[in-house]
């Protein structure tokens, strides 16, 4: 499946290499170079730099490459890329100077990196993201290892009676910015994986952010039978068994992968249970060395980290012992004695019979697993007390490294605009630097009030133009079209909730008391209206079942057109919402939310957070930075909690968040408001950045995995 590239004007013919390095995405002199080239599809093909370069005409290039001012803007991107590239200079290479140059192997099931690729569902898939970008920003050898579903995640279309409709497409190859790999001599890379008693080959592609490459397994090959080539074809798309043959490929494959291209990682670093036979295949290597079980699992160990995300019992992937035991027949080879002390490592009995637990499996053959919040800590402990006693005591620590988002990847450009201005043009070295922010200070009100504005006037355009299509394109009902947002107001406090529609994130608390929210949002000179986003999992029926509610809700004319739902959330649109909102609505029950993201990336947009002190806000609220939600109800009773909870919603609604926003001086700023989004920025910006996440993950266990056994 090689695809033909057009040829390009040679002036600009380095397009295609800045179109196929994602770099692009964080670095807004590259995003300029496609913009210029042609705004409307830009717009059209929502930031496809790939797809853009096959559709734009031949004339279109031929002038581009003429154009003095756009030549400027090439030259500048492809010099960006060529010193990112080449640089030896960097924050890894300054930090552990004459490590041995070898790479950092980091698994994950799902990456977010741009909605060309969506390959993603959601916050776990956006943290791998930003996790490699920020690896990349500061220069270490990372690699990454997931998986190519042609057909992704599904994307969501809402019926006339409010319920989700799944639509999968398939990714058009050459429409996308990934590159099939080939070997030395032009072949296509193929690597097989046993699964039971027959074998499933696997083709790779590969996506660039920067130095960073990502490999993605994929299924679709043609010498597979048609079931096998459907294995990889959607992201959590099938059922439990499924499921595993899909761990067993990232995980068993993806080891084969990296073999097969020449990396020998130092350290491998598991992102969730979902990657963790790479493990058994690594044993199994040792084994096939003549190591004993024993020892090739403690090299292993050694050698490998894991972090855990859910703190859902439900979230973690099971599987009946027999069924895995059936699935890694054919895996074994000379290993095959060793087996049962293999399948021993997953056991895990949660009272009803011993089942393989990935998440039991990683914790035993990993040497450090971290949680992602402080809370999620103390919860994750509990969780597996059970685990520990099997865990030599040296390797019972449980680290935290909370989570952060990738800063250049989710800054609003106005907003960075800003930054430069007063704080310094190389503000983003410095952006996880606790003292920098105080600078925030030197920004005048009126001016962070022009850029909040103007974040909320593109938000609710891009609401609107989509609503505009669905009418003009879809014929849908009126009512629709009011859902979708048409009658949002520009100038209204804006409150976004977006996420995964699932019970626990409880997203209709807010209508806990529907006559109590309506006078809220409709109040005369003061109103209020809340955007909704947010895809249910296919099989997640209460999830739906919230989501259609949330439409009934939106046209509701008792709630005044002050309630829209946006579909398809995806990357894009969540730009738009966590840089536009004026509020970030945020209601987890507690302790189910791991970390969250969203809210960081709103805050260091100076989008306030108002959420219940779950995940990363039980950390991150400083009692000025944005609200807590605290009914102070901790009993086992959901109800109570619910009540309590939404009783203390209504309450920071009325009585703090509405009269801040609306509270203006003689110019109409609202100082009270700019206070707190200072503030938010402030104190969020740097311990909340990928940057300081990504940091400590280096310092704490990848740095030291170099001093690791370098024969591994
Ligand atoms: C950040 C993000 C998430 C995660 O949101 P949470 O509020 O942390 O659950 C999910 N989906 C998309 C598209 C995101 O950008």
């Given at each position: 499946?090689?695809?033909?590239?057009?040829?390009?004007?040679?002036?600009?013919?380095g397009?295609?290499q800045l179109?196929f390095n994602?770099r692009?995405?964080?670095h807004?002199?590259a995003?300029?170079?496609?913009?210029?080239?042609?705004?409307?599809?830009?717009?059209?093909?929502?930031?496809?730099?790939?797809?853009?370069?096959?559709?734009?005409?031949?004339?279109?290039?031929?002038?581009?490459?003429?154009?003095?001012?756009?030549?400027?803007?090439?030259?500048?991107a492809i010099e960006g890329l060529g010193r990112a590239l080449t640089s030896k200079e960097s924050?890894?290479?300054?930090?552990?100077?004459?490590?041995?140059?070898?790479?950092?192997?980091?698994?994950?099931?799902?990456?977010?990196?741009?909605?060309?690729?969506?390959?993603?569902?959601?916050?776990?898939?956006?943290?791998?993201?930003?996790?490699?970008?920020?690896?990349s920003d500061?220069g270490?050898?990372?690699?990454?290892?997931?998986?190519?579903?042609?057909?992704?995640?599904?994307?969501?279309?809402?019926?006339?009676?409010?319920?989700?409709?799944?639509?999968?497409?398939?990714?058009?190859?050459?429409?996308?910015?990934?590159?099939?790999?080939?070997?030395?001599?032009?072949?296509?890379?193929?690597?097989?994986?046993?699964?039971?008693?027959?074998?499933?080959?696997?083709?790779?592609?590969?996506?660039r952010l920067g130095r960073v490459k990502?490999?993605?397994?994929?299924?679709?090959?043609?010498?597979?039978?048609?079931?096998?080539?459907?294995?990889?074809?959607?992201?959590?798309?099938?059922?439990?068994?499924?499921?595993?043959?899909?761990?067993?490929?990232?995980?068993?494959?993806?080891?084969?992968?990296?073999?097969?291209?020449?990396?020998?990682?130092?350290?491998?670093?598991?992102?969730?249970?979902?990657?963790?036979?790479?493990?058994?295949?690594?044993?199994?290597?040792?084994?096939?060395?003549?190591?004993?079980?024993?020892?090739?699992?403690?090299?292993?160990?050694?050698?490998?980290?894991?972090?855990?995300?859910?703190?859902?019992?439900?979230?973690?992937?099971?599987?009946?012992?027999?069924?895995?035991?059936?699935?890694?027949?054919?895996?074994?080879?000379?290993?095959?004695?060793?087996?049962?002390?293999?399948?021993?490592?997953?056991?895990?009995?949660?009272?009803?019979?011993?089942?393989?637990?990935?998440?039991?499996?990683?914790?035993?053959?990993?040497?450090?697993?971290?949680?992602?919040?402080?809370?999620?800590?103390?919860?994750?402990?509990?969780?597996?007390?059970?685990?520990?006693?099997?865990?030599?005591?040296?390797?019972?620590?449980?680290?935290?490294?909370?989570?952060?988002?990738?800063?250049?990847?989710?800054?609003?450009?106005?907003?960075?605009?800003?930054?430069?201005?007063?704080?310094?043009?190389?503000?983003?070295?410095?952006?996880?630097?606790?003292?920098?922010?105080?600078?925030?200070?030197?920004?005048?009100?009126?001016?962070?009030?022009?850029?909040?504005?103007?974040?909320?006037?593109?938000?609710?355009?891009?609401?609107?133009?989509?609503?505009?299509?669905?009418?003009?394109?879809?014929?849908?009902?009126?009512?629709?079209?009011?859902?979708?947002?048409?009658?949002?107001?520009?100038?209204?406090?804006?409150?976004?909730?977006?996420?995964?529609?699932?019970?626990?994130?409880?997203?209709?608390?807010?209508?806990?008391?529907?006559?109590?929210?309506?006078?809220?949002?409709?109040?005369?000179?003061?109103?209020?209206?809340?955007?909704?986003?947010?895809?249910?999992?296919?099989?997640?029926?209460?999830?739906?079942?919230?989501?259609?509610?949330?439409?009934?809700?939106?046209?509701?004319?008792?709630?005044?057109?002050?309630?829209?739902?946006?579909?398809?959330?995806?990357?894009?649109?969540?730009?738009?919402?966590?840089?536009?909102?004026?509020?970030?609505?945020?209601?987890?029950?507690?302790?189910?939310?791991?970390?969250?993201?969203?809210?960081?990336?709103?805050?260091?947009?100076?989008?306030?957070?108002?959420?219940?002190?779950?995940?990363?806000?039980?950390?991150?609220?400083?009692?000025?930075?944005?609200?807590?939600?605290?009914?102070?109800?901790?009993?086992?009773?959901?109800?109570?909690?619910?009540?309590?909870?939404?009783?203390?919603?209504?309450?920071?609604?009325?009585?703090?968040?509405?009269?801040?926003?609306?509270?203006?001086?003689?110019?109409?700023?609202?100082?009270?408001?700019?206070?707190?989004?200072?503030?938010?920025?402030?104190?969020?910006?740097?311990?909340?950045?990928?940057?300081?996440?990504?940091?400590?993950?280096?310092?704490?266990?990848?740095?030291?995995?170099?001093?690791?056994?370098?024969?591994?």
């Amino acid at each position: 499946m090689e695809f033909e590239r057009r040829s390009l004007p040679e002036r600009i013919s380095g397009l295609w290499q800045l179109a196929f390095n994602l770099r692009w995405t964080w670095h807004p002199e590259a995003r300029e170079v496609f913009r210029r080239l042609d705004y409307p599809l830009w717009r059209l093909t929502s930031h496809n730099s790939v797809r853009m370069l096959h559709l734009t005409t031949k004339q279109q290039l031929r002038q581009a490459a003429r154009d003095p001012a756009f030549v400027a803007l090439y030259d500048a991107a492809i010099e960006g890329l060529g010193r990112a590239l080449t640089s030896k200079e960097s924050w890894w290479g300054r930090t552990y100077p004459g490590l041995p140059n070898r790479p950092i192997a980091y698994f994950s099931a799902e990456f977010a990196l741009h909605q060309s690729l969506p390959i993603y569902a959601g916050g776990l898939g956006v943290l791998a993201g930003d996790h490699c970008k920020e690896a990349s920003d500061l220069g270490i050898p990372l690699v990454g290892v997931g998986f190519m579903y042609p057909q992704g995640y599904f994307h969501q279309k809402i019926n006339s009676n409010g319920q989700q409709e799944e639509v999968y497409e398939h990714l058009e190859w050459e429409h996308a910015p990934v590159e099939q790999v080939f070997t030395k001599d032009g072949k296509p890379c193929i690597l097989s994986v046993a699964l039971g008693d027959r074998t499933v080959q696997v083709s790779l592609w590969c996506v660039r952010l920067g130095r960073v490459k990502i490999y993605l397994l994929d299924t679709s090959v043609k010498e597979n039978a048609p079931a096998d080539r459907e294995l990889s074809a959607r992201l959590y798309g099938g059922d439990l068994e499924t499921r595993l043959k899909q761990e067993i490929i990232l995980g068993v494959g993806g080891v084969r992968a990296l073999r097969a291209l020449g990396y020998q990682p130092m350290v491998w670093h598991l992102n969730e249970g979902h990657t963790a036979f790479v493990t058994l295949e690594r044993i199994r290597e040792l084994l096939d060395r003549g190591e004993r079980f024993d020892a090739a699992l403690e090299k292993v160990r050694r050698s490998t980290i894991f972090t855990t995300h859910t703190p859902v019992a439900a979230g973690h992937d099971v599987f009946d012992i027999d069924l895995v035991e059936s699935y890694l027949a054919g895996t074994w080879e000379n290993a095959g004695s060793y087996r049962d002390e293999f399948l021993r490592l997953g056991y895990y009995d949660n009272g009803l019979g011993p089942m393989f637990n990935m998440t039991a499996l990683a914790i035993r053959s990993t040497s450090a697993t971290n949680a992602v919040s402080q809370l999620h800590g103390r919860v994750t402990l509990d969780m597996w007390a059970q685990l520990w006693p099997s865990v030599p005591e040296r390797e019972r620590l449980l680290q935290t490294v909370t989570n952060g988002v990738h800063v250049p990847t989710w800054i609003a450009p106005d907003m960075a605009r800003l930054f430069e201005r007063y704080l310094g043009v190389n503000w983003k070295d410095e952006h996880d630097a606790a003292n920098f922010w105080d600078g925030i200070a030197l920004i005048p009100d009126e001016e962070l009030w022009a850029v909040r504005e103007a974040l909320r006037s593109y938000l609710i355009a891009f609401i609107r133009e989509r609503a505009r299509q669905l009418w003009t394109q879809k014929q849908v009902t009126a009512a629709r079209v009011v859902a979708a947002g048409t009658l949002l107001d520009p100038a209204a406090l804006t409150i976004g909730f977006a996420r995964r529609f699932t019970d626990y994130k409880r997203p209709e608390l807010i209508f806990y008391n529907p006559e109590r929210l309506a006078r809220i949002l409709t109040a005369f000179r003061r109103p209020v209206q809340i955007v909704f986003a947010g895809k249910a999992h296919p099989l997640d029926h209460p999830g739906k079942h919230h989501l259609q509610n949330i439409f009934s809700r939106a046209i509701d004319p008792a709630f005044g057109g002050r309630i829209a739902f946006v579909e398809d959330y995806d990357l894009h649109v969540a730009h738009f919402l966590v840089q536009g909102c004026d509020v970030w609505l945020n209601t987890p029950r507690k302790p189910f939310e791991a970390s969250g993201t969203s809210g960081m990336k709103a805050s260091i947009n100076g989008a306030l957070h108002l959420s219940t002190g779950d995940g990363w806000w039980a950390e991150g609220h400083t009692g000025s930075n944005g609200w807590l939600i605290d009914g102070g109800v901790t009993v086992d009773d959901p109800a109570a909690v619910d009540a309590a909870d939404a009783e203390a919603l209504y309450k920071l609604l009325e009585e703090e968040v509405v009269p801040a926003f609306y509270d203006r001086d003689v110019n109409k700023v609202p100082r009270r408001w700019l206070q707190l989004m200072k503030e938010a920025i402030r104190t969020t910006m740097p311990r909340f950045s990928a940057r300081r996440m990504v940091k400590q993950y280096a310092d704490w266990m990848y740095a030291p995995g170099f001093s690791v056994d370098p024969t591994l």
